[in-house]
């Protein structure tokens, strides 16, 4: 009789041992149109650990009825503002009694507390939450590329949450003539989600100054982030290279034949008189000197209109580099 006595005892002690123990926040930031989450871990004396049991959540300090959140034996009991925004993340099998509320609404700030409810056996309250809803002010973030003319870009935008509830939807806005692709994932670190849309063009420089818009859509409410288009030329160099190469050949034909004309008329006039030859070399070097300082007026002023021409706004953003011309002129004389 003692040591059954002694027996139960034990059992009793065991049992009572697991304490009734709830993890919940103190304080939880909800924002207005999005979901909110009151992560919940709870947990009971283990010889209740097979038995059936129910989920309520009170919007509330006390057992008021009229102020139930959710209920997972029976929806029909929430509260009409409730119903159908609300569910649990987890199962309350595992211990998981985390609170999802969808669609937050100015309403729902205030206490909230879970209680558990066994079909045969004690029920039990754990710990009051706080929620505080404000404007939804959250904006996407967009990842900056370097944009090159021609040239295949991809321009990440990505959103995270907390909250497992209803998936916000990200979009891009793009100007009619900037065609392009949109890809969408979803990846999961601890408890930050993070939703991340790509968008996937081949910018030319016409597009340069546009902007690109994505934006965030929960079921009431949403924001947007802007980018602006800074589209580089491939090489803001290399049609000036080849300019210059065009030149400089078409200088030195044309100082070749000023040379040859100078030439052939100095031979025509004879010989025989030195004073008219040294007129004639004269003019002759007077000619060559002035038809080389035309050829290379004429060239300068080829070299700044076309300059002038790809400096116009479509190309704007391109650096030309008008030393280059200088530099080549120095090699060539």
Known sequence: ????????????????????????????????????????????????????????????????????????????FE??????????????????????????????????????EFHKGPNHNYPVTQIHVFDFTDKPTIFPAEIIAGKRVDISCTFNTTCNGTAPVLTWDTPTDVPGSVSNTVTQHGVTLTYTSVLTLIPSLKHHGHNL?????????????IFTLIVQCRDSNQWITGLLGAGITSCIGLIGFIIYKCVRK??????????????????????????SRRGDSKWEMKLNRIINEYQGPTYENCVFDRSLSHQKSKQFF
């Open 79 to 116: 509260a009409v503002q409730f119903r159908h925004r609300t569910r649990l993340s987890g199962n309350l099998k595992d211990g998981n009694c985390s609170l999802i509320i969808n669609n937050v609404r100015r309403e729902d700030a205030g206490p909230y507390f879970f209680r558990v």
């Open 213 to 225: 818009t994505c934006r965030v859509r929960s079921p009431s409410v949403s924001s947007k982030r």
């Open 1 to 76: 009789m003692i040591g059954k006595s002694y027996f139960l005892l034990s059992l009793l002690q065991v049992g009572l041992s697991q304490d009734w123990k709830g993890d919940t926040p103190r304080e939880v930031t909800a924002f207005e149109g999005s979901c909110v989450q009151i992560p919940c871990h709870y947990s009971y004396p283990s010889h209740l650990a097979n038995q059936p049991r129910g989920g309520v959540w009170f919007n509330s300090k006390t057992l008021d009825v009229s102020s139930i959140a959710f209920h997972s034996r029976n929806h029909i």
């Open 266 to 291: 100095g031979s025509s006039t004879g010989r025989g008189h030195s004073a008219q030859a040294e007129q004639v070399s004269s003019y002759s070097q007077g000619r060559q000197l002035d038809g």
